[in-house]
């Protein structure tokens, strides 16, 4: 009887010793699987932590493809301001509607060396500033230009309708205008070709047009002695 159960407390003690050391040998077999994926891990990570600073770096060193800005809108000089007042109130238009108008002739008067109140007086007598004013005879626009005498001096790309346009239609205008001067050789000759009335010897569209810019001058030198 003492031998039979010396034997199995044996036998129980090498099955726990067994047991002991597989569970051992399991915890030592995940320990390393565990080292190895974490090491394999953090390559992985420092590999992709070098492909994204590779990254970062060309990004930073590549010439960055920004497209230009717009360019600033022109700016009306206190003369032109107290001017645009003035056409407000006599036509009655908006500011706001005279402001590109202004600023279009402002900018192609210094281009061509053109009084810009000239561009202006000339405007109120050709179509009191309606930019859809078209005369019988097929003129068109603010300036009243003829498109089938003056097409190619509009901009590359200008459609149809663009001697409507109020800008497209100063920028056509005043190279009319500034040819018709320098072609007949001063302001008086020149403003009668524009209007297609060399011939009147009264010259009454060249006085039309001085006596509106004399208007202009008067209310842009008002504005400024105000602001001042």
């Known amino acids: 009887m003492d031998a039979s159960t010396s034997l199995k407390h044996r036998m129980a003690r090498n099955a726990n010793a067994i047991v002991n050391f597989v569970q051992v040998s399991l915890l030592i077999s995940g320990l390393m699987l565990f080292i190895i994926t974490f090491n394999r891990s953090i390559e992985q990570l420092a590999i992709i932590d070098a492909k ?131 072609r007949n050789g001063g302001l008086v000759a020149g403003l009668q070709q524009f209007a297609g009335a060399p011939d009147d010897e009264e010259q009454a569209y060249a006085t039309k047009v001085m006596a509106e810019k004399q208007r202009l001058e008067q209310a842009a030198r008002a504005g400024a002695t105000k602001d001042a």
């Open 52 to 182: 994204h600073k590779t990254e970062v770096e060309y990004r930073v060193a590549a010439p960055l493809d920004i497209a230009p800005a717009d360019p600033a809108p022109e700016t009306l000089t206190p003369k032109m301001h107290a001017a645009l007042g003035y056409v407000s109130q006599r036509y009655r238009v908006s500011a706001a509607a005279l402001e590109p108008i202004f600023a279009a002739a402002q900018l192609t008067g210094r281009k061509l060396r053109l009084d810009p109140l000239l561009i202006i007086a000339v405007i109120g007598i050709e179509s009191r500033f309606n930019p859809f004013s078209e005369s019988s005879k097929g003129a068109q626009g603010l300036m009243q230009v003829m498109p089938r005498f003056h097409r190619d001096k509009l901009p590359e790309g200008a459609g149809q309708l663009s001697f409507f346009d109020p800008v497209v239609n100063v920028g056509v205008g005043a190279q009319v205008l500034e040819e018709s001067i320098r």
